[in-house]
């Protein structure tokens, strides 16, 4: 997967929590929208996430 996207498991990686949460954080209102919803699953741009988390205090793993 390129390296400018990233579905659940890499936001859970990115912000150190589970895929569980990971779900739970993307079903809030200010989360990012995805770029895409595959049968997969959706798919945020990096960049929307990394940003979404800095403005919410949570430690990004880089």
């Known amino acids: 997967?390129?390296?400018n996207l990233a579905g659940a498991a890499?936001?859970?990686?990115?912000?150190?929590?589970?895929?569980q949460r990971v779900h739970q954080?993307?079903?809030?209102?200010?989360?990012?929208?995805p770029v895409a919803v595959l049968k997969a699953g959706k798919i945020w741009?990096?960049?929307d996430v990394v940003a979404w988390a800095r403005e919410h205090g949570r430690t990004i793993n880089e």
């Open 1 to 3: 997967m390129p390296e």
């Open 10 to 19: 890499e936001i859970a990686e990115l912000l150190n929590v589970s895929r």
């Open 25 to 33: 954080l993307t079903e809030g209102d200010d989360f990012p929208d």
């Open 45 to 47: 741009e990096r960049a």
